[in-house]
């Protein structure tokens, strides 16, 4: 579950909260009472395993070569 950032209309505290994707936020402020609205922030991702540029680039050049042998080989470099 993400954890979303609401800043107060009111009073401009901040809060955060732990969501499940598309459930309907908080409604008022724990502080005053004001009306929240949701602030856009960053979200930390990690890419694991094959597909993903950050482990593919580690492989070399894919062209006409056996993909389950490059899969392998590039899931042993990212575990390292």
Request: hydrophobic residues 35%; neutral net charge; charged residues 30%.
């Amino acid at each position: 579950m993400p954890i979303y950032e609401y800043a107060c209309r009111a009073c401009a505290a901040v809060e955060e909260h732990l969501l499940p994707l598309g459930a309907d936020g908080p409604e008022a402020c724990a502080a005053c009472g004001g009306p929240l609205r949701r602030k856009f922030s960053r979200v930390a991702v990690r890419y694991e395993g094959w597909g993903f540029t950050s482990t593919d680039k580690l492989v070399g050049d894919t062209r006409g070569k056996d993909y389950k042998a490059l899969r392998e080989r590039a899931e042993r470099i990212s575990d390292e």
